[in-house]
């Protein structure tokens, strides 16, 4: 038993299967009569943390969406400081067409939005909701396929995605934060020196950063900026190497389990929940939900297969080793699979709010489930048969 537990934690499939039975679990637990009452005093549950006047009191929704999901953004964080001083992002040459087919991947799916979507206000908050690639469920993917994609494209994949998650970060941070309070900012610039320093220092006490950390999200959430960002930012403070090892490298490993199969699971669990009730199927076809399905399904595959054409017709950057243009086309429909991201934006776009019926959420499972379903189908069929 303990075996079979180790093989399904250990397969690059089995986090993206998790995430999405998660967000099945919630579907149904909102729509069942019997569980309903119970998914929602879960969502609504209030948790106080802290003493006297330095305390939070929030529902459970805040402390899933804004502290375990800053964690998750750590793990970002983490991964990105890595990768940039000894992986894939280490070199230019080797980020030079990952990050162009990134940008190709968040401009075409925000300007579908945009387009079908204009000229009222309220919905274009959402334009971002298409434009990020979930890794988890991508990677997945990519693992069901085996030796039908070279692993110089699961490479660019990952490198896409990576840079993906860094065009999130930067646009959490500019378009869906609130009015900057100057004070904790500075506050925030302080515990970033301080965790800056002690990284030169190489101090090899995990608690004294992880202690500046908790004390950088409560400045960062008080600040105007969305608390995540502090995780992504505590990230790159963390010493690579210490007197008595890497601490990055301890942190990455020890977080990647609870990240794949606790926070991400309930992350989808509290935000997949969508009420069917009096839902007719016309309202999938309003702007918003149709911006989201088609900027993903779409507007992904175009923009990052559009902007890898140019690159490589240029001569700026050439085909992944052992790769061919259909097995680039078919990653690219893969990459539409948003999920994660998408919610999590479109939660700080509309606020949780039904104004669209929460199609707007159900348009995120339908342009994922479609992408990695095609993006899978075409991969097998222009992929070599495994010997």
């Given amino acids: 038993m303990q075996r079979i537990i180790k093989k399904i934690l250990s397969s690059e499939s089995s986090a993206g299967v998790i995430l999405l039975l998660s967000a099945v679990f919630a579907i149904i637990a909102q729509n069942v009569d019997i569980l309903s009452p119970y998914y929602r005093e ?18 459970m929704h805040f402390w899933i969406n804004d502290f375990l999901m800053a964690i998750f953004f750590f793990a970002i964080g983490l991964e990105l400081k890595r990768e940039k001083i000894e992986g894939q992002l280490r070199h230019f040459s080797q980020i030079l067409l990952p990050s162009f087919a990134a940008l190709g991947g968040v401009m075409a799916p925000a300007i579908i939005f945009t387009v079908l979507n204009w000229g009222d206000s309220e919905a274009l908050k959402g334009w971002a909701i298409p434009t990020a690639t979930d890794i988890a469920f991508a990677v997945g993917v990519m693992a069901l396929l085996g030796k039908r994609i070279p692993a110089s494209l699961k490479i660019f994949v990952l490198t896409l995605a990576i840079m993906d998650d860094l065009c ?6 500019l378009f869906y934060s609130s009015t900057i309070n100057i004070s904790y900012l500075i506050g925030a610039g302080i515990c970033v020196a301080i965790m800056f320093i002690m990284n030169k220092m190489k101090v090899d006490k995990k608690l004294l950063f992880v202690i500046m950390s908790l004390i950088l999200w409560v400045m960062v959430l008080n600040s105007g900026i969305h608390a995540t960002i502090a995780g992504v930012v505590a990230g790159f403070c963390i010493p690579l190497q210490t007197r008595s090892g890497s601490m990055l490298k301890d942190m990455e490993h020890g977080l990647a389990y609870p990240v794949n199969f606790f926070i991400l699971p309930i992350f989808a669990f509290a935000n997949a929940g969508v009420s069917l009730a009096g839902m007719s199927p016309s309202y999938l076809f309003g702007p918003v939900p149709m ?13 990052i297969f559009a ?5 490589i017709k240029g001569k700026i950057a050439y085909l992944p080793e052992n790769a061919n243009w259909a097995q680039l086309y078919a990653v690219s429909i893969i990459c539409g699979i948003g999920f994660t991201m998408a919610l999590f934006v479109d939660g700080l776009a509309y606020g949780g709010s039904d104004i669209y019926h929460h199609t707007d959420k159900l348009a995120v499972f339908i342009g994922s489930i479609v992408s990695g379903l095609v993006g899978y189908i075409v991969a097998k069929a222009v992929g070599p048969k495994p010997a």
């Avoid at 969502?43 to 802290?50: N, P």
């Avoid at 902007?307 to 690159?311: D, G, I, R, V």
């Fill in 42 to 59: 879960f969502i609504h549950t209030h948790i106080v943390m802290g003493i006297g006047k330095l305390k939070l009191d929030e529902d």
């Fill in 168 to 173: 999130a970060i930067l646009i959490i941070a």
């Fill in 291 to 303: 911006g989201i399905a088609l900027g993903l399904f779409f507007g992904k595959q175009f923009g």
């Fill in 307 to 311: 902007f890898s054409w140019l690159l």
